[in-house]
């Protein structure tokens, strides 16, 4: 390039021609916005669902838990048509309190299964209190560090979406597209705190309870109506100087569960002792899981199990859509805090402020 300090005026003086700069350091760098990702079809991701590309199938799972409209509806015909291809599973509940050790015994769960049994194992949760925590901790692949990288095996921390209903029915909807996309096993994580535990009973075959020997008074947190629901409880960390007050622990339970009568499944539930942390007494454990399902399978009792739960998701879909109809509509939230306010004030019984929002509701 000509400089003007080469002209001749400038004597003794002379400007070398550099080298021109380049556009960018990095000639790979595109400083263009990444592209968004193109929207795939309904066909696109039930084709993707079914040839178990795991890619698709998160990205389907991601699109039923968004809350735009456009995105549920199309969620909706993805689950529809991937339905004739779900059913095929064996579903596990797994619920214990913060602590009992879920994460560790699940990825010690987790390895057996795939080893004994084959096939391709989900890992699901519900999580009521993820919204508020901004991010589950159960179904955290961190927490489980050998199902993590195993290839057969896909780990989905909980949606963290709206209420405890809109959560459960969003994990039982990620159950049909696993099972479409060739998950031959569920795993459902809970934790066991109140009506969560509920909710997954209600969408597995067996649901077993973790729980830990305590100091003694073992029955003392645990609630009747869980442990009626639980098909099998297992009490971990069994080891070390820790087996006795399991095996204590144990005899507890035992005895207690004699004192329920017989469920509906004709199986009287076992209790195990294990230690997930150092992979003890996991066998024996699915040993008899996989008894009680050959044992209802034959008796009848896992399809009439299954057909229940169906019609219990129909009436929840219906009361929880009736419920966010209601309560998000402006109209109707400005009258709620007028009635508060006159219930509050005793101008209004609760009954009459009630009935007023509903009369108008159903009115409108
Ligand atoms: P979660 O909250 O139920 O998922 O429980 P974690 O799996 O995170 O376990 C809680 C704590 O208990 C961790 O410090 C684990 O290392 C420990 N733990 C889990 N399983 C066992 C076990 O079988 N034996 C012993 N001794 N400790 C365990």
Not at 57 to 74: C, F
Not at 93 to 117: C, N
Not at 340 to 352: M, N
Request: proline content about 4%.
């Amino acid at each position: 390039m000509e400089h003007p300090e080469n002209s001749s005026e400038y004597k003794g003086l002379s400007v070398q021609t550099g080298t021109l700069s380049p556009g960018s350091v990095n000639p790979y760098l595109n400083l263009s916005r990444p592209r968004r990702r193109r929207e795939l079809t309904v066909d696109e991701y039930v084709e993707g669902i079914l040839q178990g590309d795991v890619t698709v199938l998160s990205r389907a799972v991601t699109l039923l838990e968004s809350t735009r409209r456009e995105h549920e509806e199309m969620a909706q015909s993805v689950i529809e048509r991937c339905l004739p291809y779900a059913g095929k599973s064996i579903r596990v509940g797994i619920s214990g309190v913060p602590g009992a050790g879920k994460s560790t015994s699940i990825d010690e769960f987790g390895i057996h299964v795939l080893s004994q049994y084959g096939g391709k194992l989900a890992v699901l949760a519900i999580d009521p209190t993820s919204e508020r925590s901004k991010g589950s901790i159960l179904g955290d692949k961190t927490r489980m560090e050998k199902l993590s990288v195993h290839p057969k095996s896909f780990i989905r921390p909980s949606p963290s979406s709206g209420s405890l209903g809109g959560v459960a029915r969003k994990t039982r909807e990620t159950i049909i597209l696993c099972e479409a996309a060739g998950y031959d096993k569920i795993f459902v994580e809970t934790v066991g705190v109140g009506q969560s535990e509920t909710a997954c009973h209600s969408m597995v075959d067996f649901f077993l309870l973790i729980q830990v020997a305590g100091t003694g008074d073992e029955l003392q947190g645990i609630k009747r109506g869980i442990m009626e629901m639980a098909d099998g409880i297992a009490i971990n960390k069994c080891d070390g100087d820790n087996v006795e007050r399991c095996k204590i622990a144990a005899s507890y339970y035992r005895n207690a569960l004699h004192l329920f009568p017989l469920p509906p499944s004709g199986w009287a539930p076992r209790v195990t002792t294990y230690s997930g942390f150092y992979g003890l007494g996991i066998k024996e454990l699915w040993d008899s899981i996989y008894e009680y399902v050959d044992f209802v399978k034959r008796n009848g009792y896992f399809e009439q199990r299954r057909r229940e739960q169906n019609r219990y998701w129909m009436y929840e879909t219906i009361e929880e859509q009736l419920r966010s109809h209601f309560f998000n509509r402006p109209d109707i939230e400005a009258r709620l805090q007028g009635a508060e306010k006159s219930v509050a004030l005793a101008q209004k019984t609760s009954f009459v402020a009630a009935q007023e929002v509903l009369d108008y509701y159903f009115k409108s």
